[in-house]
Every structure is written in C-alpha cells, then in structure tokens.
C-alpha cells in the first residue's frame, strides 16, 4: 500500500524503493552498452548492415524526416523548458530537478560518443549538437526515452491503466524515432539499440533517485 507523505502527496506509483536493485540494472544495461561499443569499434557486424539496408529501402521519407527533427536537441529542449515552466507552478519545485535531470543525459552519451568514436553509415554524416559526428550510441534515441519516460513520470503516476498507456505510446514513439533514424542512414542498429538502453538505465537513476519522493502532482 503506498502511504502519502506529510504533505499529502503520494510517492511516485511503480518507482523501485531504494539504490540497490536499480544499480544492478543500471550496471547490466550499461555493461551491454559497452559490450555493444567494443563489437562495433571496427567494421559493422554483418547483422547490423543487414538491417541497415532494409530500412534504407523501406523506411518513409516522411518517418526519417520526422525522427531527425522531433529527436533534435533543440526541439527536445523546447519541451523540456515547457515542462520546467508547468512543474515550477507545481505545489513543490522538486519535480524541476526532475527535469534537469533528464536533460543530462545528454553527459554520458557524449561520453560514450567520445570513447568509441564509431563512424557513422556511408548515407549519414550528421555533425552533432556539440559537434560529435560518431554515430554510437543514437543521441536522438537517447532523448526520446528519456523524454517519453519522463513525461509518464511526473503526468501518469496516478492508475496502473493510464500509466501503461502512457508507457506504450511513448515506447512506440521511441521506436518510430529509432526505425527513422536507421531509415535516414544516420545511425546504425546497434547505435539505436545502445540509445534505447542508455535511455532505460537513465530513467532508472531518475526514478530510483524521486522514490518516495513528492514530484509536485496536483491534489
């Protein structure tokens, strides 16, 4: 049973209780990000090029155009001062921190960019908010995951039903960005499943990290 703190505000429904079990996973999803990095660091592996080639030949003009441009940084951040503007009118600021929190994740995935260094597919020769042209893992990808996670955080933490509807469109929407950005020639498979994981094991510190903690919902 979930019991509301002193202010009368519930902690955040479906969040681990403590650091414990989170930093197990955070250290098994990034530990694949890293195995990903050491297999990709020469020629792509044949599954990767495999795959490439089918979306360059299937994927929408409009889906990749559209992968390219809601994943942006600019765009991304649009929203996320949108949603710092709608926590700061909130009962509490915490869920502001939330938020920033989000944003850095931009961090360690140029981090992992800058450690790898994976070139990008012949199609795709994107030059990066911060200037990074690797291609691994997806930035864009990264983003949505957040965002999306985000997003269910502060606004759908309420019933289990709203909850995973929520989850679902905005793993969907992740999913389009991801299939867009391999469509587009931008990124290869393993660069957008590295984003996907990158993502997940972020949003486990947030979640992990607000615990029990009151996130400025309305009453």
Not at 55 to 66: F, V
Not at 127 to 137: D, R
Not at 142 to 166: C, E, P, Q, T
Not at 170 to 187: D, S
């Amino acid at each position: 049973m979930i019991e509301a703190d002193a202010d009368g505000a519930a902690p955040i429904a479906g969040a681990p209780t403590g650091w414990g079990d989170a930093a197990i996973a955070i250290g098994i999803l990034m530990g694949v990000v890293l195995g990903l990095g050491w297999l990709v660091r020469g020629a792509p592996p044949s599954f990767d090029v495999a795959i490439s080639a089918v979306l360059l030949r299937t994927c929408p003009g409009w889906l990749s155009t559209s992968a390219e441009f809601v994943g942006s940084l600019p765009v991304v951040i649009a929203i996320y001062v949108a949603l710092g503007a709608i926590t700061v009118m909130r009962p509490t600021g915490r869920s502001l921190l939330v938020v920033v929190a989000a944003l850095a994740v931009e961090v360690p995935v140029e981090v992992l960019k800058v450690v790898f260094d994976r070139a990008r597919p012949l199609a795709g020769q994107e030059i990066e908010a911060f200037g990074s042209t690797a291609s691994f893992p997806s930035g864009h990808v990264v983003r949505l995951v957040v965002l999306g996670g985000l997003i269910v955080l502060l606004f759908f933490s309420g019933s289990n039903r709203s909850r995973l509807a929520a989850t679902a469109v905005a793993g969907i929407v992740a999913g389009l960005v991801a299939v867009g950005r391999i469509g587009a020639g931008a990124h290869w498979p393993t660069d957008v499943l590295a984003g996907i994981l990158v993502g997940v094991a972020w949003l486990i510190a947030i979640t992990s990290w607000t615990a029990g903690v009151r996130v400025g919902r309305p009453h």
